[in-house]
């Protein structure tokens, strides 16, 4: 009689909790691995987090990307950036 054995699903490519591994290549991807793709940036005006992804409000000032929740915090950054830069470096 044979034996039956337990079934890694992970050889199968299948979704387990906190993992997800591709069917292609085997490799398997932690939950940390997906934070990273949801990065999130701090809304220098109001200091909410803004998710990087699909960011609707932009702005380039010295070389950095700055993200905000909205139009609003935006123009107040644009109209004075360096009050929010300095803000963010104190913190
Ligand atoms: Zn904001």
């Known amino acids: 009689?044979?034996?039956i054995e337990t079934i890694d699903l992970k050889?199968?490519?299948i979704q387990t909790?906190?993992?997800f591994c591709?069917?292609?290549t085997g490799e398997c991807y932690?939950?940390?691995a997906k934070e990273k793709i949801m990065e999130t940036k701090i809304?220098?005006?109001c200091k909410m987090e803004v998710k990087v992804e699909g960011a609707q409000y932009v702005s380039d000032y010295a070389g950095e990307k700055y993200?905000?929740?909205s139009a609003g915090c935006q123009h107040a950054f644009e109209e004075n950036p360096a009050k929010y830069v300095e803000?963010?470096?104190q913190d």
Do not use: E
């Open 1 to 3: 009689m044979k034996k």
């Open 11 to 13: 050889q199968f490519g």
């Open 17 to 19: 909790i906190g993992n």
């Open 22 to 24: 591709d069917p292609l």
């Open 30 to 32: 932690s939950d940390d």
């Open 43 to 45: 809304d220098p005006v």
């Open 67 to 69: 993200y905000f929740c």
């Open 87 to 89: 803000n963010t470096v």
